[in-house]
């Protein structure tokens, strides 16, 4: 089917972008052969050439090549469709509306680009859209995941505390039962990984802060949560970048005291990389 060509020509770009098949020229313009596929179906289906029209998926998969392309254009192009999506379904040309995979591969697209602030705002917009009725926009803990992650990359000087409300917001909205979405090791770490490299003299003691509450959780019972070898590096790493050495030591120990009261192999401290990640 179309919609089958569509996806292929999706999976073409990524093997193509990771030099395994054509030549540059062919990789970079397979977004553009992806969504003039996409166009095409559009126009058979209002000429009356055949009775299938583009669906989500097909839509999907063509956000979906551009979300992975790395290309500049890539936040804006996935953008245009997600926009495409939501005016036909206003306008009732299409009965669906973008689900979660839509918003989170839009959302991928802005936080690979480096532009958090957008992928933030397109979570909201996410979340808006599940409250007004759209039950298959409900963020998930990807969705979530992936603006932290975009925050944790982010030279942007207030990325820590940015970081660290999504994450307090993760957290009331299920507190609340808004959401069933609660943060991750993931989620944790990539906050504490946002503190450690931001340089800033208040990071080391709120990479510990974030420490302490993962401790707190994983003794009240919540045991997906219990620290491990890399959020461990990562709060010794702050310590360090601070220029606090021996503070650095006093908090190694202090884990290692932690996790012997708490045995768990998996997570003991691992030696901290002597260049830490920039």
Not at 201 to 213: G, H, I, M, S, V
Request: proline share 4%.
């Amino acid at each position: 089917s179309v919609r089958v060509a569509c996806c292929a020509a999706t999976r073409t770009h990524t093997e193509d972008a990771r030099g395994r098949s054509s030549a540059a020229s062919e990789v970079y313009q397979g977004q553009e052969r992806a969504e003039a596929i996409l166009e095409r179906m559009a126009q058979l289906h209002s000429s009356g050439g055949l009775d299938t029209k583009p669906n989500l998926i097909s839509y999907n998969c063509v956000i979906n090549c551009w979300a992975k392309s790395g290309r500049t254009n890539a936040p804006e192009a996935a953008l245009k469709l997600l926009r495409n999506i939501q005016q036909q379904y206003l306008s009732r040309d299409n009965y669906f509306r973008p689900n979660a995979i839509t918003y989170s591969t839009v959302t991928s697209a802005f936080a690979r680009a480096g532009e958090a602030e957008n992928a933030e705002g397109l979570l909201e917009e996410m979340y808006s859209d599940y409250l007004d009725g759209n039950d298959s926009a409900k963020p998930n803990v990807i969705s979530f995941n992936t603006v932290l992650d975009a925050w944790s990359k982010s030279r942007s000087r207030d990325a820590p505390q940015r970081a660290e409300a999504i994450l307090e917001r993760m957290t009331q909205l299920h507190d609340s039962g808004a959401l069933d979405t609660k943060p991750t090791i993931v989620s944790y770490s990539s906050v504490i990984n946002c503190w450690a490299k931001s340089g800033r003299k208040d990071a080391p003691d709120a990479a510990l802060e974030l420490l302490r509450t993962m401790q707190q959780q994983y003794l009240a019972g919540e045991k997906s949560l219990r620290p491990d070898a890399i959020v461990h590096n990562q709060v010794i790493s702050a310590f360090e970048r601070a220029g606090q050495a021996n503070r650095a030591k006093e908090i190694r120990k202090e884990i290692r005291s932690w996790e012997a009261n708490n045995t768990n192999v998996l997570a003991k401290p691992e030696k901290v990389l002597a260049k830490p990640e920039t």
